[in-house]
């Protein structure tokens, strides 16, 4: 059974930064997708930043030029180095795995990322 799991969120002021991580534990093959979603509250689950395997990064209009993803994928793991974080970037951050796009199969438990102003 695969498992995702994150890690790095918390409170941190406007301006600042934050990195996440999330590595996928039970799979013995590499995804083919890795990615980043949010929800913040009262709203729906929304995109940040999606990778395909062998292709490039993909960022929600957003987070362009503030957020940046890496992967592994030989260890299936994912990355999110969060920059000038807004108070509008506050939401439980989630990080998801996919074998067969563009469904993601796979998603963590989910990181408080909270921005005070």
């Known amino acids: 059974q695969v498992h995702m799991v994150e890690s790095g969120g918390g409170l941190v002021q406007a301006g600042g930064s934050l990195r996440l991580s999330c590595a996928a534990s039970g799979s013995i093959f590499s995804f083919n997708a890795m990615g980043w979603y949010r929800q913040a509250p009262g709203k729906q689950r929304e995109r940040v930043a999606t990778?395909?395997?062998?292709?490039?990064?993909n960022y929600a209009d957003f987070v362009k030029g503030r957020f940046s993803i890496s992967t592994d994928f030989a260890k299936n793991t994912v990355d999110l180095q969060m920059n000038r974080l807004e108070p509008e970037d506050t939401a439980v951050y989630y990080c998801?795995?996919?074998?067969?796009?563009?469904?993601?199969?796979?998603w963590g438990q989910g990181t408080q990322v909270t921005v005070s102003s």
């Open positions: 998801a795995a996919s074998w067969n796009l563009p469904n993601f199969d796979y």
């Open positions: 990778i395909i395997r062998g292709g490039i990064p």
